[in-house]
């Protein structure tokens, strides 16, 4: 025999949980059965050893402590009288409220141990049997449905006249009340005179004062009806408050068992209620106390009746005192594994085993539908069970209440699904059991008389959905169908008996069974093994929807949270009419035109206004316009609806923001911003999470008006989307009118058609979001929230300084009459420069470098608009580079060193880096070509000027990168050819100008010869410039002409005219360019528009500009005919002198004069067309390439 657990033992408060305790496991009758328990509570004292009568006590006179509270009997001893004490109809909800974790999900039935015995002796009994069976979860609750108390009652006051009448008709027409014999009573205080006896311990018979003597019947026999009368409530007296005190005493739902006790028979798990007597002590841990009369042997039922006391309660030894009339005879000690053997009560555990089985399998299959009461019956002397659905039967009357289990049940379910929702986190698998438990408490109730439970259940409805989770969580945590006992269905309708499994058909029953829903047949069936199994029927029903989509989600959760507010707003007691909206009327949403709005100086007020009042929040004060009293259930109720619907619409205002519906988006957050007015209105005092949540709201609502600024052409579509309202809306918004006006928020919330106002607002949501964190210290605590709220304002910040910057660009553009800065320009520069330095700070406060970069780089965009805006209008060749210009481009190049500085290297964001580059490579560009052009001679000496435009070029080749492959290589590398092309005509316009200092003509010589080659160099690898390529090298001939001119010898001029024919020759490339572009173009004409609209853009990419080509071509063939003559004649003046070469130079000699000839013909045809002159001079350059070596070998 293993370790008893001490059931008698001080137990901890009900409720409470134990450690599990192992029970015995008993070998009974040469079968084995499995039998645990655990003492969940018990209310006994330490176990006490029992006082031994002694022979010939006489047990028909009272002890002197007869009825008297006794501890050791329990709390309550004139009550408890052994094992016949009555159960009370509510017992099974007293324990499942106590022990709230156990139903639903781990136990599988619920009941007072008389109501379990009575079940598992059925085949050996010809006694009624009459129980009400209520589903929760996987949990059978089974109580005693005394039919005999329950018609008495109908009789008295009119209840459960509907189930009489269906009583007499169908089973017992004619039903009267049948008292209990004399015998009954005897019986039943002669067993508590033993008891008070055994505890009493003096053996003696002490007579009771005579006041008592009246109690030796009276009480005993009046017990029954009293206990019974007072359990039963009325078919309606359950309060409002019933959620908060569902034990209410008067409503016979306390728990009045002296233990509780987990027990498990075979793979069965029931909490059981008992009143056992245990005694124990000495020599005997825990022994059961039975008093039998000598005369009468055990019968089986009794054994069944001693055994199943002794395993639930885990007793291993059962002491009987035998007596006769009254007159104790002896004592015996059993064994509990002994019980089914005794003589005259021999039965098999085995088969009391199968019966369990059987019957809670027969209730399991049958008792499908939660909240619906059924009753298990069998007639005395009959062997068929069935089982009623009363709840079916009782629709048929008016009133659902005329079934007094409808509250209770509707509290337990409620109750149960409270419990599991403590717990949701951790077991999402039974949200699809909570769902229906809550569902199925909602059809019981109704709305005028629990809008508490209503309210609260459709708020526990609601937060099943978890709006913050990711779309693919929807199908992956909740199943669509469960594989366990769980997967069962109020709304299906009831699946075919199935003949395999006992048969519940009642094809050949009488026609008067037709309203069971199930019928055992025989009770020897459940007798056989596994006669009846437990069908676990898959219902999809109970599984948790799956929401395909954000917006169908959100829409489940608002339609609950709907109903939860109608329960609340119903409840509240209105002192007068509200002039509230009608729910069925839209409410409009205020639209404003850019006309009739007051700017952002109208902004700025209302902003003010609601910072104040979100002060005035944090101050704690509060008003509610329906008068809905502070700490009320309805007004916490109500403030954790509307709460609740301000994230569901948030959600859905964000799923609209994704699938760029901003007309919808701003919709949603704006019913998310009213119900959070109306939250701050009625709250006390606002929680740290739902000042946050309001900073995300404000967040997004910045977001949606920036978005609808960038997205104006779509305006109609947003303003329609905008305006559509649903009556689900419609009807929370009624319910929030009744709280709060719900106009804080609509300066946020209105859709504008101006786009600066737009702006403004998403600027001041991200402000006021940032506010509100600031003053109520939440920074800290939200890091990540306070950096997402900063980048946005730094966002917004550029957004809106760069819209002042190009309506400043266009009234610059516009100028015409006005030859001077407007104060029009000049305030929107000081607007979008306000919005830049603003942005700027932001983003150094979070340390982004790289957004900070991006606004030093719009600055300095800014400031060379500025210095556009002040060159002189005039457009006169007295234009001068102003001081102004050069201000505003320093500036300008002051904010590009700045971003590169915020950067630091390219590694950090190397777009980012090239851009800000490219931009102050530009700004040193345009300044120094500004300062080229327009050179101020009247302020500056030349020298000055030249001097500061070398320096300017040199800063701006810098942060031109040539070298790096990318988008922009090619354009760098034009800008840097430019550069050197536009300093070597710098140089070389100084050596034409300059007198005197030889050693700075050499120096200039030097720098333009220098230039030139690198322009030639750098425009020869760009295949779109050849008309750049060729002005470099004509300018280099000019050069080589120059040069020519101050040569004295005749070898020293003609190596330079050969080294300038040389660069002419070189300029083959640019001429094939341009061939190519002009066949092209030909071709292009030639085959007509349609070949046209077909052509790559690759194809017509080289266009050229004709003039500039004419032009060239022109200054080419004029250039080169004079370096052809001017050869000629050196040439032939050396031609009389011996020496070596002269073969070489005679060469040249013919060459230059056929090359000669052929261009001066070419030239003098006007008829050709300017690809013919190109392709003769390609043809003339060809001749000049092949005898260059040769020209030069001579003049060597």
Known sequence: MEEICGAGAAAPLRGDVEEPKQGSVLFLGGNEVKSSAVVKYSSAPPQAAFARLQEKTDLKLPPANWLRESAKLGPAGTTILGNNKKSKPFSSFGMAYDFIDSVGNDVDVVSDSENIKKLLKI?????????????????????????????????????????????QRLIDQKWQRKKKSKEHWYQKAILSKFLYYSINGDGAAQPVPSTSKQHQEGPVSGESDEAGGASWPAPFEMPSSLSEDPGASNQGLKNDFVR?????????????????????????????????????????????????????????????????????????????????????????TKVIKDIAQNILSFLKSNCTKEGHTYWLFKASGSDIVKLYDLTTLCEETEDKYQNPFTMPVAILLYKVACNMMLKKNQNKKHYGTIRTLLLNCLKLLDNGRHPQIIASANYMLSELFQLDEPKKEDSTDFPINGNSDESYSEEEEEMPDSDENGSYSNSSDPPDDNKAVAIIKSVGELSVPEKYKSVHRIRPSCAFPVCHGTEERCRLVLNYVLEGLKSVDSSIKKESDLPAADPSTPIPLKYEDESTSGGPECLEKQMALFLDKMGSFQKGKHSSQSGMIPGSWQYKMKLQLILKSSKAYYVLSDAAMILQKYGRALRYIKLALQCHDTYCCLCASMLPEVLVFLCQCLTLCGDIQLMLAQNANNRAAYLEEYNYQTKEDQEILHSLHRESRCQVFAWATDLSTDLECQLSVSCKCYEAAYEILLFSNLKNQNPEQHVQVLKRMGNIRNEIGVFYMNQAAAVQTERVVSKTVSTTEQQLWKKSFSCFEEGIQNFESIDDATNAALLLCNTGRLMRICAQAHCAAEGDFKREFSPEEALYYNKAIDYYLKALRSLGARDVHPAVWDSVNWELSTTYFTMATLQQDYAPLSRKAQEQIEKEVSEAMMKSLKYCDVDTVSARQPLCQYRAATIHHRLASMYHSCLRNQVGDEHLRKQHRVLADLHYSKAVRLFQLLKDAPCEFLRVQLERVAFAEFQMASQNSSAGKLKTLFGALDIMAKTKGAFQLIRKALVAESEQISEGKSAAENMSPTDSSTSLNKEEVLKLLSIFESRMSFLLLQSIKLLTSTKKKIGRGINEEEAALQ??????????????????????????????????????????????
């Not at 009400?132 to 108390?149: N, P, S």
């Not at 104790?328 to 005259?344: A, F, G, R």
């Not at 045809?1165 to 350059?1181: A, F, G, M, Q, W």
């Open 1151 to 1196: 060459t230059n004069k056929q090359v000669y000839s052929l261009l001066l013909r070419a030239t003098a045809n006007r008829s050709l067309t300017l690809l013919e002159r190109v392709e003769v001079i390609l043809s003339l350059l060809e001749q000049l390439t092949q005898n260059s070596n040769t020209g030069n070998a001579g003049i060597q």
């Open 260 to 348: 509780n006790i987990l027990w498990t028979f075979e793979d069965i798990h029931m909490l059981v209620g008992s009143n056992m007597p245990i005694f124990g002590g000495g020599r005997y841990p825990a022994v059961s106390l039975r008093l039998r009369d000598n005369n009468k042997p055990i019968n089986v039922l009794t054994g069944i009746d001693y055994w199943l006391d002794n395993l639930i309660c885990n007793v291993p030894e059962l002491v009987m005192c035998f007596h006769v009339n009254g007159i104790v005879q002896k004592y015996e000690m059993i064994k509990t594994e002994d019980i089914p053997n005794l003589e005259n009560s021999n039965f098999s």
């Open 123 to 167: 085949p050996y009994s010809k006694s009624h049997v009459s129980m009400a069976v209520h589903r929760i979860g996987r949990t059978l609750l089974l109580d005693e449905l005394d039919i005999q108390e329950l018609f008495m009652r109908s009789s008295q006051t009119g209840d459960w006249t509907w189930l009489k009448e269906f009583y």
